[in-house]
């Protein structure tokens, strides 16, 4: 499963609590409802294969506390709506992706330690060069 269809499967399963902005279109006279409130709680990844599950509940922290995601930047509900999820989906994938491989330390080469020291001596005679004359 890709992990923008893992997102929707979740959006689709999660709670989802609308209330008043305070962001644009939260001003209206009708005093609409636009910022939208995911609540994904671990009961929400029943139907996932189980070793997708374990590793959103421990990489969302489901396992401590119910993940809770909002947005109010947009003027409508529906958009407020995709917002998350699509903030959702780049959690899900950055969990889903797992640790980047271990760095392999290197050796900087034999050229580049000459051109670093090079340097170091270039800059020793600048600043070599603005300091006063010796009182000899």
């Keep these: 499963m890709t992990p923008e269809r893992v997102a929707e499967h979740l959006a689709g399963?999660?709670?989802w609590t609308y209330s008043r902005s305070s962001g644009p279109g939260g001003q209206r006279r009708d005093h609409?409802?636009?910022?939208?409130?995911?609540?994904?709680?671990p009961r929400d990844l029943d139907e996932?294969?189980?070793?997708?599950?374990d590793r959103l509940r421990e990489g969302l922290g489901l396992d401590r506390r119910p993940l809770r995601m909002t947005s109010q930047a947009e003027r409508s509900r529906e958009r407020n709506r995709d917002v998350v999820v699509a903030r959702l989906?780049?959690?899900?994938?950055?969990?889903?992706?797992?640790?980047?491989p271990a760095r392999r330390p290197t050796?900087?080469?034999r050229s580049a330690r000459e051109r670093r020291l090079a340097d170091k001596a270039r800059?020793?005679?600048i600043k070599a060069a603005r300091r006063p004359p010796d009182g000899d």
Aim: hydrophobic share 50%; net charge positive; proline share 11%.
């Design 13 to 15: 399963r999660a709670a």
């Design 32 to 41: 609409a409802e636009t910022r939208a409130e995911l609540t994904l709680r």
């Design 48 to 53: 996932l294969p189980l070793p997708i599950a």
């Design 89 to 100: 989906a780049r959690r899900v994938a950055e969990v889903l992706a797992g640790p980047a």
């Design 107 to 109: 050796r900087p080469s």
């Design 123 to 125: 800059r020793a005679r």
